[in-house]
């Protein structure tokens, strides 16, 4: 039996807390299967790994995974800030700290110790052949096999006792042809609902070995390291794909050489993201039951003239272990102060409900809960498998739905493409409101009630958000909205690298009310987008010019391949778009007024599917302004919701209609 430490250390949670989170989650016991979740143990043995080098670190998380792949009982501490550490008593979870052996790497010889009788054999890698350590760590994970550099084999046999060993060093000249043995011969046996981008990153591995590894070894996961940027690495990652038949919306964890643009290449064949190359205990955290979550709707301002309505979300909660890094941040007493958004991993709800549990019990009613790009996993939906995209809609609307997400983010998506549309679509009555796009500074987009918002500026140094929004110029005639995104893991850290995400942002929010008294108005994202709805709704007069600013934008409900003239808004050919106007529910009268020119058909509709003409001319029309009388669309219209379609009158291109200007008056 291994040696146990004698004291039981239980971590106390207050009443008020629990009672939030009971308001805010629910155990579910319908799993998606999504993650492996490895079955869960009364209490932790906790090792301390902090002190090993990096090699031996390694071999712990290995380890750790081989005897988590019965029960997770095994947590190591290996983060900085004694992180771990924390989430360990926050997790409410058993536990008992293992004195540690003296001398070098007191951690895995310690569990070596006591749980080296689990141990068939030792598996030789070699650090400057990085393929070999990937090797040994999926033959270990399926043949009870422990990877060790011959340093450590040495040590740990010298200590312990003979253990048969297995040296793969030489076995194959380099990457490609070590991950083919692996398709052929380990593949077969390792679980297929995950893959893994992980291994010895260089140069840094040596000082800062990546956490992930337990998990994968604890799944029993296909783990490859290459470099997409090498076109036969490229073509590798492509094959190990094809040969494991991943489904559509297969994961993979971990990380790339080429860092984000692992997309380019995974995307294409129906894998997303989940970056979380530094995730420690990944194998005790899925163990915990699965839940679901909750959070309030948005909640809207009536927008007035001549102030700045200001959301800000902070970056890089798609990452797992930026998720673990933030209680650092939830802690500092300036949390809540300001409204603002924080993006998380909703798969959390399977690989660390712990982690969730306590963000949501620190929400209160100024920090809204968003989810990194662009959903559920890190994906370019443009670059996504055309085949497989529709199975990730599916699944990343019901995690977003389980996870109570209101505001998403999307990157790499243009503005009413197929990919964005079809993401709106799927979002449409799941109760995400609000996309935040971070490829460019379009305006506002309404595309079928789910409102499309920039991401806003990028911030990366404390002092930033007051130079960029000091420098926004509100306008008398109608409201203005901004959105900002700080980069967490450099505006969010001060001089000696501490958390300091809420100070920061505090700060600057009171330097700016101060200096410029009532001119901005701060709000959460999906509170923000709340606003912006209700600005369109209950409308008693719509006027704007059709020059693609937001005061256009936000009613338009479909745009079909138009394009900007000279500051108009222009369709030829098959192309249209549709705007969508809600006017108050006492007006029996209106009239649309349209500065129109070209060949033009106009109709309007009552639920955007069943249209009539209102207005049509033919022979290339020079501006005119047309009027047309609404009232008949509004008789028996308890919503008081009317569609307006434009189109050419022409099919031929270069022959279609120009709008400068729309009203709506009902008076």
């Known amino acids: 039996?291994?040696?146990?430490?004698?004291?039981?250390?239980?971590?106390?949670?207050?009443?008020?807390?629990?009672?939030?989170?009971?308001?805010?989650?629910?155990?579910?016991?319908?799993?998606?299967?999504?993650?492996?979740?490895?079955?869960?143990?009364?209490?932790?043995?906790?090792?301390?790994?902090?002190?090993?080098?990096?090699?031996?670190?390694?071999?712990?998380?290995?380890?750790?995974?081989?005897?988590?792949?019965?029960?997770?009982?095994?947590?190591?501490?290996?983060?900085?800030?004694?992180?771990?550490?924390?989430?360990?008593?926050?997790?409410?979870?058993?536990?008992?700290?293992?004195?540690?052996?003296?001398?070098?790497?007191?951690?895995?010889?310690?569990?070596?110790?006591?749980?080296?009788?689990?141990?068939?054999?030792?598996?030789?890698?070699?650090?400057?052949?990085?393929?070999?350590?990937?090797?040994?760590?999926?033959?270990?994970?399926?043949?009870?096999?422990?990877?060790?550099?011959?340093?450590?084999?040495?040590?740990?046999?010298?200590?312990?006792?003979?253990?048969?060993?297995?040296?793969?060093?030489?076995?194959?000249?380099?990457?490609?042809?070590?991950?083919?043995?692996?398709?052929?011969?380990?593949?077969?046996?390792?679980?297929?609902?995950?893959?893994?981008?992980?291994?010895?990153?260089?140069?840094?591995?040596?000082?800062?070995?990546?956490?992930?590894?337990?998990?994968a070894v604890a799944s029993k996961s296909f783990a490859f390291y290459l470099d997409p940027s090498i076109p036969a690495e490229r073509d590798e990652i492509v094959k190990i794909i094809q040969k494991g038949g991943y489904p559509p919306g297969t994961p993979v964890l971990g990380y790339a050489p080429n860092a984000d643009d692992l997309n380019d290449y995974t995307n294409p064949y129906g894998v997303g993201y989940v970056v979380s190359d530094f995730f420690s205990n990944g194998s005790v955290w899925s163990s915990f039951a699965s839940k679901t979550y909750s959070q309030p709707s948005g909640v809207a301002v009536d927008a007035q003239p001549g102030k700045v309505y200001v959301a800000i979300t902070a970056s890089d909660g798609d990452n797992l272990q930026y998720d673990q890094q933030l209680i650092n941040h939830f802690r500092n007493e300036a949390a809540g102060q300001v409204p603002v958004g924080i993006t998380v991993a909703p798969v959390l709800q399977e690989l660390g409900t712990p982690i969730l549990d306590y963000f949501y019990s620190k929400i209160g009613s100024n920090i809204e809960l968003v989810a990194g790009p662009s959903g559920y996993q890190f994906i370019y939906p443009e670059k996504y498998s055309e085949s497989g995209y529709p199975t990730w809609l599916s699944r990343n609307r019901q995690w977003l739905m389980d996870a109570g997400i209101h505001t998403s983010q999307i990157w790499h998506s243009p503005i009413n493409s197929v990919s964005h549309k079809q993401m709106a679509d799927s979002l449409v009555g799941s109760g995400v409101t609000g996309l935040l796009r971070g490829d460019d500074g379009a305006p506002i987009n309404a595309y079928h009630g789910i409102y499309t918002v920039p991401q806003g500026n990028m911030i990366w140094k404390n002092g930033e958000i007051y130079s960029v929004l000091s420098s926004v110029i509100e306008d008398s005639e109608k409201p203005i909205f901004h959105t900002i995104y700080p980069i967490l893991g450099f505006y969010g850290t001060d001089a000696d690298g501490q958390a300091a995400f809420f100070d920061h942002l505090k700060a600057e929010v009171d330097r700016l009310n101060r200096d410029f008294p009532g001119k901005f108005v701060f709000l959460k994202p999906q509170d923000l987008v709340a606003t912006i709805h209700k600005l369109m709704t209950d409308n008693r007069s719509v006027n704007f010019d059709a020059n693609n600013t937001n005061q256009e934008s936000i009613y338009i409900y479909e745009d079909n391949h138009t394009a900007m003239d000279n500051g108009r808004r222009y369709a030829d050919g098959a192309s249209s778009w549709i705007y969508k106007f809600d006017l108050a529910d006492d007006v029996e009268h209106a009239t649309l007024t349209l500065a129109i020119a070209g060949n033009y058909v106009v109709d309007v509709s009552k639920d955007g599917m069943k249209w009539n003409h209102a207005a049509n001319a033919q022979g290339s029309v020079s501006e005119l302004t047309v009027n047309s009388d609404l009232s008949s669309w509004l008789s028996r219209n308890p919503t008081k919701t009317v569609y307006v379609r434009i189109k050419s009158g022409s099919q031929q291109e270069g022959d279609g209609v120009t709008l400068s200007r729309l009203s709506i008056s009902t008076e």
Request: net charge negative; charged share 25%.
């Open 1 to 215: 039996m291994p040696k146990k430490a004698l004291l039981f250390v239980t971590a106390l949670t207050c009443i008020l807390v629990v009672s939030i989170i009971a308001f805010y989650a629910r155990e579910t016991q319908v799993e998606r299967g999504s993650f492996p979740k490895m079955a869960a143990a009364e209490a932790l043995s906790v090792y301390d790994i902090r002190n090993d080098s990096a090699e031996a670190k390694l071999a712990a998380l290995v380890l750790q995974g081989l005897i988590n792949q019965g029960t997770a009982k095994i947590y190591v501490l290996t983060r900085e800030s004694n992180l771990d550490q924390t989430w360990l008593d926050e997790s409410g979870k058993s536990y008992q700290a293992v004195p540690l052996l003296t001398g070098s790497n007191p951690g895995l010889r310690t569990l070596y110790r006591d749980y080296g009788d689990l141990v068939d054999k030792l598996i030789v890698w070699e650090g400057s052949r990085d393929w070999t350590f990937n090797i040994a760590l999926m033959k270990g994970s399926l043949e009870k096999g422990l990877p060790v550099t011959d340093a450590i084999k040495d040590g740990l046999t010298a200590e312990f006792g003979s253990k048969p060993a297995e040296d793969i060093r030489l076995n194959w000249a380099g990457r490609v042809e070590a991950y083919d043995w692996a398709i052929d011969n380990l593949m077969p046996s390792l679980d297929k609902r995950i893959l893994f981008s992980a291994g010895l990153r260089t140069p840094d591995w040596t000082a800062y070995p990546w956490n992930i590894f337990d998990y």
